[in-house]
């Protein structure tokens, strides 16, 4: 099994579970297909030990369990898999300082994506 971060992660990258992941398994992509990986993080599915560090962590909840990601983020789950065929691509991301969304954020935010 792996974690997966959702679309719930899109343009927020606070890097809250960079800083948490022993095995520094978060990934940003470099390259020029934004439109296959948009701006988030990934997780590299055969890195990940399943520790379960980053899933509370995360401000924006936007990681889960493989067998827990919402129906509504299905195609999230590929797309996580799909970095590790394009490694060559992706980063390791690095802890960056951010703002800490307040709680009406978070539910704005997985409203917007179709998550109640
Ligand atoms: S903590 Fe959550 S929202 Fe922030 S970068 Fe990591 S996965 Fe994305
Ligand atoms: S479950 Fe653990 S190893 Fe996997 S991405 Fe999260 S913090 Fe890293």
């Known amino acids: 099994m792996t974690y997966i971060v959702t ?3 899109r ?3 606070d890097t809250a579970c960079v800083a948490v992941c022993p095995v520094s398994c978060f990934y940003t ?3 020029d297909d934004k439109a296959t990986f948009p701006n988030q993080l990934y997780i590299h599915p055969e890195e990940c030990v399943d520790c379960n560090a980053c899933e509370p962590a ?3 909840e ?7 990601v919402p129906d509504v983020f299905a195609d999230d789950i590929d ?7 394009h490694e060559d691509d992706f980063e390791v991301q ?3 300082d951010h703002e800490q969304p307040d709680p009406a954020e978070v539910v704005a935010n997985k409203a917007k994506w179709g998550f109640e």
């Open 7 to 9: 679309r719930l992660c």
């Open 94 to 96: 690095e802890e960056v």
């Open 58 to 60: 995360c401000p924006w």
């Open 62 to 68: 936007a990681i889960f369990p493989e067998d827990e």
């Open 29 to 31: 992509y470099e390259g």
């Open 11 to 13: 343009d927020c990258i």
């Open 79 to 85: 797309l996580n898999y799909k970095m590790a065929d």
